[in-house]
T-cell receptor
Framework: NAGVMQNPRHLVRRRGQEARLRCSPM?????VYWYRQLPEEGLKFMVY????????ESGMPKERFSAEFPKEGPSILRIQQVVRGDSAAYFC????????????FGSGTRLTVV | AQKVTQAQTEISVVEKEDVTLDCVYE???????LFWYKQPPSGELVFLIR??????QNEISGRYSWNFQKSTSSFNFTITASQVVDSAVYFC????????????FGTGTRLKVLA
């Protein structure tokens, strides 16, 4: 039973390009959560999605960031027109429903903007 | 407001020493959950433990132990007889019953275990 799969592991983008980060949840999981870890900081909640629905995007920057979790396929975190400050590790977790039993995170995608 | 404080930014110990990582939290909820995660140099996040607010029993798992004290809002983590493989950044996190999917992470403690 594969865990949460994120790809790519490392992504380098030039300023102004778009970044697409993918997250495939564990089998049977229909809830996905994205967190961002800026250098030397803890993780911060970005967005919570269920299949075809955004439940809570209170942690998402207002501009350039979007997320989706389609009926088929992985969840996508999309960052348009990336800037140096977007350089971070982006982690995804999944669950069947509430996660008070503890997230299993994917291995993360490390985005570097040059 | 919810908050998790890990005051120790970095700790260095010599192998076989015991080390305690501190975690202090703030919450207004009476029902909440506390977690510890390990982030080794490879970067992934490894779940270590979950504790709910109604269970103040301390827990031991091999060389790891956790001390939960509601009176001081602390959830400290001790590694006994540390090993080089314990070198990592350790994060404490809080989730409240009113928003269980939204974890509040501390800034982490970097542990270096020297051979």
């Amino acid at each position: 039973n594969a865990g949460v799969m994120q790809n790519p592991r490392h992504l380098v983008r030039r300023r102004g390009q778009e970044a697409r980060l993918r997250c495939s949840p564990m089998k049977g999981h229909s809830h996905v959560y994205w967190y961002r870890q800026l250098p030397e900081e803890g993780l911060k909640f970005m967005v919570y999605l269920q299949k075809e629905n955004i439940i809570d995007e209170s942690g998402m920057p207002k501009e350039r960031f979007s997320a989706e979790f389609p009926k088929e396929g992985p969840s996508i975190l999309r960052i348009q027109q990336v800037v140096r400050g977007d350089s971070a590790a982006y982690f995804c977790a999944s669950s069947r429903r509430g996660v008070n039993y503890g997230y299993t995170f994917g291995s993360g995608t490390r985005l570097t903007v040059v | 407001a919810q908050k998790v404080t890990q005051a120790q930014t970095e700790i260095s110990v010599v192998e076989k020493e015991d080390v305690t990582l501190d975690c202090v939290y703030e919450t207004r909820d009476t029902t909440y959950y506390l977690f510890w995660y390990k982030q080794p140099p490879s970067g992934e996040l490894v779940f270590l433990i979950r504790r709910n607010s109604f269970d103040e029993q301390n827990e031991i798992s091999g060389r790891y132990s956790w001390n939960f004290q509601k009176s001081t809002s602390s959830f400290n983590f001790t590694i006994t007889a540390s090993q080089v493989v314990d070198s990592a950044v350790y994060f404490c996190a809080l989730s409240e019953a009113s928003g269980t999917y939204k974890y509040i992470f501390g800034t982490g403690t970097r542990l270096k275990v020297l051979a």
